[in-house]
């Protein structure tokens, strides 16, 4: 609706509706201590050593997240170091999947989008990101079926891990 707030701000009102919309109550100490979890999520075991092995490929995040949000996570995650960027749907004030959106990627790395792998638990994601142009993995933990959106990820894995050398 090109009406953009902050993720962080989105994801409260969606915890306020749901909490409203399910017939629950919770204090206001109770909305923090659930927002801020959102700033310790714990990363997949694999993911530390698969971003290694990458090297030297350049590594970013490309992430509907706040960068405030951002920031934290990758801090806590420890995963700071095995990337060379973090890139927030902030800089464009709109969300995926925006081609917007898609192109702070390879305007940011300098690297022509068809040259660069876009990995994504989300199949709307996956489906948005190979619209754009990137080569797609879709990282399918839970073996969910397609969504039917009309674009296919080039790869399908399980675990980061499995993203080929």
Known sequence: MR???DFWAVTEAALRH???RLGLTASEA???RLMDAYLTLACFPEVPAALERL???PRAILSNGAPRMLDTVVSSSGLGRQLDLVLSVDA???YKPSP???ALGP???GIPVGELLFVSSNAWDVAGAKAFGYQVAWCNRASAPEEGLGLRAD????RLDQLPQ
């Open 18 to 20: 749901a909490v409203h």
């Open 107 to 109: 305007r940011a790395l």
């Open 3 to 5: 009406r953009y707030e």
């Open 100 to 102: 917007e959106v898609y």
């Open 30 to 32: 109770q909305i923090r």
């Open 155 to 158: 790869l399908v894995i399980g």
């Open 55 to 57: 090297a030297p490929r």
């Open 92 to 94: 464009v004030k709109t």
